[in-house]
């Protein structure tokens, strides 16, 4: 049984352009900035700009509300950091800045002088070495410093967000008029990781919220608008490269449909020309987070190692699917962080590392690696270059990277554009066995060993860790099936590929009937897949024979009970195989929470359910769960007194209990098989 996803294919538009290739671009000479600029293209920008350094915990640092460039325990900016830099190999550097306090009251919102001066006095090194500069509105809009003065907040009621726009029209207008006579080396990015603090919602609610993401569209087209009008007369704020998130600037978000839309840029300089674009799209990837950020082994997910085949397909699945929703549409794509924490993983952080340049690279994307000078081990340890005495700490790693721009660069991926409903051999529907093609085997089809079915999925699907995709077969009375679980990658891809072996070899006029079958996802409006063709293999592997709508044959008479195989009820918590199927797992509710802060201790009861075999009980200071302060999996009562040094005065702690059953594979193998989470409930420490 393989599954072998082809590519993530996006649109007609994308098709029509797969012919363009980012192996073989134009050389850029590198000058220093001067007020010439050179209005250079797509191809130009991105070979300009790649590989890239950001100079992380500096200008974003905060000291209460105040913007203050050592506040995080980094040493005062001076040019020789830019000069390591350089002479590493970088070609361009992202500098993050918050403004927060250090902007004015309204209707003017004045942005202090000072800073604005010290911005650019630390733009002005990078630009001095050649270097490409992006700089940002980084920490205003993190809602996790609310109290530290953050305001651009796309969840703020709707009753505050004409305050925000007009506070951050005002501000991005301050910024472009004090670089808008500096050349084509500085790009304004808008924001960075807006959105509303909440990353998976337990109530059912949709995620990303499409009306905070309406917000961050909003916010977005104000930043072009206003930065396009600072140029119109002089200047050069008309024809800069301007660098644009999505909810997040998260990479899956920012390219799903999500509800991420493009601004329009009609105040651009008439100079440029017509079919080109002036925007690039800004995206992080730190995937997965396990290995990339988290730092302690007890938490949920953690990794120290990164690099089996379905991992690296995974980067360059979403990689192309960014390929072909913008940069082949002439955007090009800035990740503008990446990376991966020092857990004494070396080779494993080289190889990831390795492989987003190389496969970033292919697809005209530029990688710009976080760095915020962390050396050691452990959490946050990002360091690559250390400020304080300008040594390359990670020398293996930067070497990966620049490796991976010598010689020629990997070809860009082929892109199969989704088929239409009429162009489909089949609609397989959700939840309902669907018979792709029968008919009475031919000459062509004797000696078929195996079937392989070529489809595209739905754009709109919710897949979830039990996604099941069944295939069967009945050749002359005798059936044959397979089970695919577990891709929750799967939503939009097109040219998806999955291969049944047959119990016995079609022999000529054998009736054959092929069918699939989906459950286990959340949702699904309409049709699941779209099945391409099906092709007959023989034992080798080799196709014999393809069948297409265009060449349907004629449908076998219908089977009747009992030789029918029979489609399998799935739900989200049932997988179809297995020796004894499961009811499904109901959610358990808390009932009691209770604090000992002298004891350092939190119990918490909950609701006693029918059937669970145990349960599993996490507390966090963090109401998104992504930092555990306990996990404990195997519960068998349903109470449970947890004391954990962590648990301190005047903070609040978050409990969330769900419960689990356990079932038996097709290997006999016993496994847990969770409920979903209920709403977690918080408790603050007195």
């Given amino acids: 049984m393989k599954l072998k996803r082809i590519i993530a294919g996006i649109s007609a538009v994308a098709m029509a352009l797969s012919a363009m290739s980012f192996s073989a671009f134009t050389t850029v000479a590198e000058e220093p900035a001067n007020d010439v600029f050179d209005n250079l293209n797509q191809k130009q920008i991105t070979e300009a700009m790649e590989p890239g350094w950001n100079l992380g915990n500096q200008l974003e640092a905060v000291n209460g509300k105040t913007p203050e460039e050592t506040a995080w325990g980094n040493p005062v900016i001076t040019e020789q950091i830019f000069k390591t830099v350089k002479e590493a190999g970088f070609k361009s550097v992202r500098i993050p800045v918050s403004y927060l306090s250090k902007i004015g009251p309204a209707p003017d919102y004045t942005i202090e002088t000072a800073w604005l001066d010290r911005i650019q006095e630390v733009v002005d090194m990078a630009l001095a070495e050649g270097l490409y500069v992006i700089i940002n509105m980084h920490g205003d809009g993190y809602t996790s410093m609310v109290n530290n003065g953050a305001w651009l907040l796309c969840n703020a009621p709707d009753s505050e967000q004409p305050a925000i726009k007009a506070k951050y029209e005002a501000s991005w207008r301050q910024i472009a008029e004090k670089f808008k006579t500096y050349d084509e080396h500085l790009i304004f990015e808008s924001m960075n990781e807006e959105f509303d603090g909440v990353y998976v919602y337990d109530n059912g609610e949709e995620y990303p919220n499409r009306a905070y993401y309406a917000n961050i569209n909003a916010y977005n087209q104000i930043f072009v608008d206003t930065v396009r009008k600072t140029g119109v007369e ?56 396990g290995f990339a950020g988290q730092g302690t082994p007890t938490e949920q997910g953690y990794t120290n190692e990164w690099g089996t085949d379905a991992e690296i397909q995974s980067m360059h699945d979403i990689f192309t699917r960014c390929y072909a929703s913008f940069v082949m549409k002439g955007y090009p794509v800035v990740i503008g962080e990446c990376g991966a924490i020092n857990k004494s993983n070396e080779s494993y952080r080289v190889k990831f590392m390795s492989e987003l340049c190389k496969a970033a690279r292919s697809r005209g994307m530029i990688p710009v690696v976080w760095d915020n000078n962390g050396h050691g081990v452990g959490n946050d340890k990002f360091g690559l270059i250390n400020r304080e005495t300008f040594e390359i700490t990670q020398p293996k790693i930067i070497a990966a990277i620049m490796d991976a721009y010598k010689g020629e660069a990997e070809p860009a991926p082929e892109i199969i554009p989704p088929i239409s409903k009429d162009e489909a051999l089949a609609q397989v529907k959700f939840k309902v066995k669907t018979l792709v093609v029968s008919g009475i085997a031919d000459g062509e089809i ?104 265009s060449n349907k044959p004629t449908p076998a008479p219908a089977l009747t009970e009992p030789t029918q195989a029979k489609p399998t009820t799935a739900s989200p918590t049932q997988p179809i195989s297995g020796q004894k199927p499961i009811t499904n797992v109901k959610k358990a509710t808390i009932k009691k929470l209770k604090v000992n802060s002298k004891k350092k201790k939190i119990t918490v009861t909950w609701g006693k359910l029918k059937g669970a075999k145990g349960y599993q009980v996490q507390v966090s200071a963090n109401k998104k769960f992504k930092k555990l302060i306990v996990n404990k999996k195997s519960i068998k009562k349903n109470k449970i007194t947890i004391k954990h040094k962590k648990i301190k005065k005047g903070k609040t702690y978050y409990v969330r209990v769900r419960a689990f059953s356990t079932y038996k594979n097709a290997k006999g193998v016993t496994k847990k098989l969770y409920s979903d989470w209920k709403n977690s409930s918080k408790v603050k420490v007195k």
């Fill in 234 to 289: 002089e200047g050069n704020n008309a024809k800069r490269w301007l660098l644009i998130p999505g909810w997040n600037t998260d990479i899956n978000y920012t390219t799903g449909d999500y509800g991420f839309e493009l601004p329009t840029d009609t105040n651009r300089d008439a100079s440029i020309p017509a079919d080109e674009q002036r925007i690039m799209i800004s995206v992080h990837y730190y995937n997965p987070w």
């Fill in 446 to 549: 004797n000696g078929a060993a195996k079937v392989r079915y070529v489809f595209d999925s739905a754009s709109n699907v919710a897949f979830n860790t039990y996604t099941t995709i069944q295939l069967s077969s009945n050749v002359a009375g005798t059936k044959s099936s397979v089970d695919v679980k577990g891709y929750s990658d799967l939503t939009g891809v097109t040219g998806c590929e999955v291969t049944l072996d047959l119990k016995n070899q079609i022999k000529t006029n054998d009736a054959y009937y092929i069918y699939m079958y989906t459950g286990s996802w959340s949702e699904a409006t309409d049709y699941v897949f779209l099945v391409r063709r099906v092709e007959f293999l023989d034992a080798s592997g080799n196709i014999i024979k393809t069948i297409d709508k």
